[in-house]
């Protein structure tokens, strides 16, 4: 019943953009932090963003510090990436997540993941 549906991903050159989408639902998230995780191939799925849905609070990975921005919008309960200045680096899948507790970031933290949606940055 919960569902987390990510959106958005696709081919861009380096220094392009692009913004993804994460729509949520199934139950109030209200107590949540909101997590964007990526995975690129024969690599550990790492943090990338977070932000508290209450507070808006934000939290970055060094590596996008500056170039990415995570926000939400509570009217259409859905948590957004905006990726900007894209190196080759970025590429992986891009996975939404949700969690209540402390050290969101940290995978086995998260309760619920989204399936994931591509995003390749060519040079």
């Known amino acids: 019943q919960v569902q987390l549906v990510e959106s958005g991903g696709g081919l861009v050159q380096a220094g392009g953009s692009l913004r993804l989408s994460c729509a949520a639902s199934?139950?109030?998230?209200?107590?949540?932090?909101m997590g964007w995780f990526r995975q690129a191939p024969g690599k550990e799925r790492e943090f990338v963003a977070a932000?508290?849905?209450?507070?808006?609070?934000?939290y970055y990975a060094d590596s996008v510090k500056g170039r990415f921005t995570i926000s939400r919008d509570d009217a259409k309960n859905t948590v957004f990436l905006q990726m900007n200045s894209l190196k080759p680096e970025d590429t992986a899948v891009y996975y939404c997540?949700?969690?209540?507790?402390?050290?969101?970031?940290?995978?086995?933290?998260?309760?619920?993941w989204g399936q994931g949606t591509q995003v390749t940055v060519s040079s």
């Open positions: 997540a949700a969690t209540t507790k402390i050290l969101i970031r940290r995978v086995p933290s998260y309760d619920y």
């Open positions: 199934g139950r109030s998230f209200s107590a949540y932090h």
């Open positions: 932000i508290s849905w209450s507070s808006g609070s934000t």
